[in-house]
């Protein structure tokens, strides 16, 4: 409920324009719900009506999304909708109709949201106040549009038809998207018809794609999708496509764990061939390659040559790592990490898994999708809505989290990609211009696979915190099951689940229900469910190559129009560099500590908390000489005559 004083103003400033100019004043600042920090100063002027201004600009300067009537207005609104319960709400048929949308194959259903008819015309408003469309139009015709890093945002080029013309600094960039895919076709054909061979001349059976961040997250996602679809299990039989992301070494032994160094082939992702993590793991993978084929007599030189290539744009380094430059596939700077899967970083492993006309298919998926979010009209497309949703719900009815919920085994690695794709892209604290934020950007992003989930963290969805979630669904099983006898098949056992939990978030069970049925009074607290928890549902037809580019771009384009609309650039992580620099020096600090066999001391310029911690670690470990004149390996992983069995003491 609004406070006394923001009542006194509704009554003062009935009308939201008034109430936006008297908050722009300096008197009218403190009185209302949203700070306008930097905006003092500006004369209190009706930026609808007056004369002469610009309803975006004072002063010379934007107008930030969060002074404008349009936010205030669903500010104002917020209060009627709190009075509402989705129980009542979902016995109205035409609400129903009108919060379901559909692009070929994929149904939206969001009537289970805390919104009316009024809810979804004044978040359009908010959308047309903030040039969502002058912004997405801006995104697709290669416009700088990531000003921090003065670049455009062009992963929609990436799965463009090869017919399309989209231009950078004037620049056609189709013909080079397509150099590079018809490249990792004529690569990937040849690996698997056996024309390319490892150094012995064995056929190649095994990728180790080596990445971090969304060099990993995307192509995971999308591998762990198709595995079992029908086609691509075929095209994939006989291979094994595995991730290595992590450089804690047990990543690197289960990436490699079985796999015979004479059919394998590695593939090292980094744009720059400077990512640290990335670098130590293909250093790592290079060594285990060289050292095992290097006893069954090949040089180590041509076995880099003939088992790693590499994704990345410095062909210098690549060169000087060993690869061979012609077996380095580009991508550019207009890329980002968490939305290059289908540049190379994706297209390469993944065509070398399912072959190249399968993972076109994916690219058409993403590009349909594309499409719809360029020229569907706001009020009809699934990417605008779902944000629209999102920023409703976390800046309007301050619910930070999302729970994305694939009732999909094949889709258990998507919520993982997503919380990548929003939080590294929405999780800001200033606008587009460098101004702080007078609300909270981004949500928390988790989840699980149903019916698994439901034995997890369902408990605190459904009585604890309110946690917007997002239901995936499936019409069609990539493996159907159903045994004589029971009453349904094993998917539709699972997707009456999807259907059923969505409903129990909504309505909730009463206290009188409960009563009514005879529970006894002392459980009755127990089992009573609120309800009114809202959740959308996304029904697709299957899981294939082409949908999984499909909800791939759904959740692309949802988490760019965000941005756009909040106002803060999607597409730079300003916020992942301060741990990387100081790790840089934890590094020199560790290795100086190891060699030299002593503990950090004030002297390092370390906070008493992580000086202690240092020295914990220090104390379980053996002096080691950085660097050390040997390669130190288990000798289930590399074998050699200089390994280390397992079990022994020594450890690095």
Known sequence: MPSI??????????????????????????RCAVPFARWSKVPSVDVTTHAGVNASTMMGKKLPIAYSPEWMALQEHVKEVQQLHLKDLLLDEERTDAMIREHNGIYLDFSRQNMTDSTLQ?????????????????MFAGDHINATEDRAVLHTALRAPREARILVEGKDVVPDVWGVLDKIKEFSDKVRSGEWTGVSGKPIKNVVAIGI?????????????L????????????????????????DVAKALHELDPEETLVVVISKTFTTTETMLNARTVRTWLTTELSQRGYKSSETVKKHMVAVSTNLKAVSEFGIDPENAFGFWDWVGGRYSVT????????????GFDKMNDFLRGAHDLDVHFRDAPFEYNLPVIMALISIWNSTFLARSSVAILPYCQALSKFPAHMQQVAMESLGKQVSLDGDPLSFKAGEIYFGEPGTNGQHSFYQLIHQGRVVPAEF?????????VYLRGEQVSNHDELMCNFFAQADALATGKSSDELRAEGVAPFYVPHKTFSGNRPSSSLLLPGVNPFTVGQLLALYEARV??????????AFDQWGVELGKVLATRVRQSVSEARTKNRKIDVSDGYNPSTRKMINR??????????????????CDLIHSEGCVAPFEEEEA
Not at 122 to 138: C, D, G, I, Y
Not at 227 to 250: H, M, S, W, Y
Not at 343 to 354: H, T
Not at 624 to 631: I, N, Q
């Open 5 to 30: 004083m923001s009542k006194t103003l509704h009554q003062k400033f009935p009308s939201v324009e008034h109430r936006a100019a008297h908050c722009r004043s300096a008197r009218g600042r403190r």
């Open 122 to 138: 004044l978040l359009l408003n908010l959308a047309e106040r903030s040039k969502l469309r002058t912004k997405m139009n801006a």
């Open 213 to 225: 961040g969304g060099s990993y997250l995307g192509p995971a996602f999308v591998h762990t999708a």
């Open 227 to 250: 595995q079992f679809d029908e086609g691509c299990k075929a095209e994939g039989n006989g291979r094994k496509l595995r991730f290595l992301a992590n450089v804690d070494p047990v």
């Open 343 to 354: 540049s190379a970083v994706g297209m390469l492993p993944l065509s070398l898994q399912y």
């Open 472 to 480: 995936i669904g499936t019409i069609k099983s990539q493996q159907s």
């Open 560 to 569: 760019a129009a965000q941005g756009f609309i909040w106002g803060i650039n």
């Open 617 to 634: 670690y220090l104390g379980g470990k053996q002096q080691l000489l950085y660097p050390e004149p040997r390669d130190f390996f288990p």
